[in-house]
């Protein structure tokens, strides 16, 4: 993060690299069923990102010391493959996929009702097969309708979104070149309903004005972001009405 001076992000009037005002989202595509083997899957394509999500479970935890005698523990794994990124990304996990798959089991433990399945573990595969910023709330954003699409039941959906901030102003879902040059980079995920934030995490500063200024984008965007994820949950009915899906 930091401007060089040789990078412009916006124009005089604003407008971002990609051509987008500064609440505009990147293009959004998430569907459900990418995979058979998976007790439910999903795909979401986010700007340039692509990421397949697999759930499997609930089924009892193994090792059999991860087990919580209360509720299911949800394993995610984030991991981005080797061509995913410009510079070849060394296969394996690394501190990064640690900690965004830890982030992430937490903000999904807060939707689901793991309370109903004491001793099991939910699995939740992330495969990044392109990276373009903001995958971590693309992949929470996503793994959201794979739960939903293996019939886990839920309290809410998880959504997510990031704001930061380029040459002195607040934008809404960074790109790549915002990420890497901007001023403030702030993941926010939120559950759709009551809109609790159940993963915020900064790099950068924001002043006080700046950060409220961001959440409440980030409010306006997730509800819309939730209307993809309702969306794409609704295709698979509609496909199996008209007997397209078994
Ligand atoms: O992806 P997210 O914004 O959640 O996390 P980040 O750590 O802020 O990474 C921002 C972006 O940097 C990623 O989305 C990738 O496009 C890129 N990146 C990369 O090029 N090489 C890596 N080893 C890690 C991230």
């Not at 509720?71 to 510079?87: C, G, L, Q, T």
Request: aromatic share 4%; proline share 4%; charged share 30%.
């Amino acid at each position: 993060m930091g401007t060089p001076s040789n990078v412009k992000l916006l124009d005089e009037n604003g407008i971002r690299l990609d051509g987008r005002g500064p609440q505009e989202l990147r293009p959004i595509r998430l569907r459900t069923d990418v995979l058979e083997r998976a007790d439910g899957s999903a795909m979401i394509e986010w700007g340039g990102n692509k990421i397949i999500v697999a759930v499997y479970g609930p089924r009892e935890a193994y090792p059999k010391h991860t087990q919580d005698i209360e509720k299911a523990v949800i394993k995610a794994r984030y991991n981005m493959a080797a061509f995913s990124v410009d510079e070849r990304k060394r296969p394996g996990p690394d501190r990064r996929s640690v900690e965004i798959s830890k982030v992430i089991s937490e903000a999904l433990t807060a939707a689901v009702m793991v309370e109903l399945f004491p001793r099991t573990q939910i699995d939740v595969f992330i495969e990044v097969a392109q990276a373009d910023a903001g995958t971590r709330i693309a992949s929470l954003t996503a793994a959201s309708v794979a739960l939903a699409n293996a019939g886990i039941p839920m309290r809410d959906f998880v959504v997510g979104c990031t704001v930061g901030k380029v040459e002195g102003k607040v934008v809404l879902d960074l790109s790549k070149e915002e990420d890497n040059f901007g001023q403030a980079d702030l993941p926010v995920a939120v559950l759709a309903k009551t809109g609790e934030v159940v993963l915020i995490q900064m790099d950068g500063d924001l002043s006080k004005e700046e950060f409220n200024e961001g959440m409440s984008m980030i409010m306006t965007a997730t509800a819309r972001i939730h209307e993809i994820q309702r969306t794409a949950l609704s295709e698979k009915y509609k496909e199996m009405d008209m007997g397209g899906a078994e």
